[in-house]
């Protein structure tokens, strides 16, 4: 079974500020995905980045970044100079890369941005 | 490049009658999933189709079910609803399952059981 924990209900930042999103997770799988999502109210859930289990190099997207530690289990997301557009849900969650399988989330972080 | 559509975003529904939820996924891609968000029980998958097929599916009853047709486009319906069925249903849309590094998902749509 693979599972996803998102440790901060809540984390507040200042705009322009940087920050850390935890992830760890617990799979028994060789190959998996991970990837970060963000939520806004409106409840569409976007997608922001991806790591591969076997990509060497943590994945970047603009001013995304997943810091991928593999003996650690875990893919924090990083995300840069913040905005004030960044205040939503964001989600971690990971798949199996054999047959088709489903994608496991954690259960959140709310992100506050302030002026 | 169009995203994923779902249809209709918003509906409200009696207890007892049925919902019919359709999703368009994104030109190309072949497979589609359903998840269920509920404040208390999280982002929970109902189940994935792929070609037309079934493929995998969640813990959910009977009530709920799903197709997908020729043009990869999905519905899923839920019968006999309940209190608890309301929730956010969400579709996710990727070109193929086991290799797919980036799933996208729709706007959602928001279902409310009166």
């Known amino acids: 079974a693979q599972k996803i924990t998102q440790t901060q209900p809540g984390m507040f930042v200042q705009e322009k500020e940087a920050v850390t999103l935890d992830c760890t997770y617990d799979t028994s799988d060789q190959s998996y995905g991970l990837f970060w999502y963000k939520q806004p109210s409106s409840g569409e859930m976007i997608f922001l980045i991806y790591q591969g289990s076997y990509d060497e190099q943590n994945a970047t997207e603009g001013r995304y970044s997943l810091n991928f530690q593999k003996a650690r289990k875990s893919a924090n997301l990083v995300i840069s100079a913040s905005q004030l557009g960044d205040s939503a849900m964001y989600f971690c969650?990971?798949?199996?890369?054999?047959?088709?399988?489903?994608?496991?989330f954690g259960t959140g972080t709310r992100l506050l941005v302030s002026p | 490049k169009a995203g994923v559509t779902q249809t209709p975003r918003y509906l409200i529904k009696t207890r007892g009658q049925q919902v019919t939820l359709s999703c368009s996924p994104i030109?190309?891609?072949?497979?589609v999933s359903w998840y269920q968000q509920t404040p208390g029980q999280g982002l929970q998958f109902l189940f994935e189709?792929?070609?037309?097929?079934?493929?995998n599916k969640g813990n959910f009853p009977g009530r709920f079910s799903g197709r997908q047709f020729s043009n990869s486009r999905s519905e899923m319906n839920v019968s006999t609803l309940e209190l608890g069925d309301s929730a956010l249903y969400l579709c996710?849309?990727?070109?193929?399952?086991?290799?797919?590094?980036?799933?996208?998902f729709g706007e959602g749509s928001w279902l409310t059981v009166v």
């Open positions: 030109s190309g891609h072949r497979s």
């Open positions: 996710a849309s990727s070109f193929a399952s086991s290799s797919g590094n980036t799933i996208y």
């Open positions: 189709y792929f070609s037309e097929t079934q493929r």
């Open positions: 969650a990971m798949r199996g890369m054999r047959g088709f399988q489903k994608l496991v």
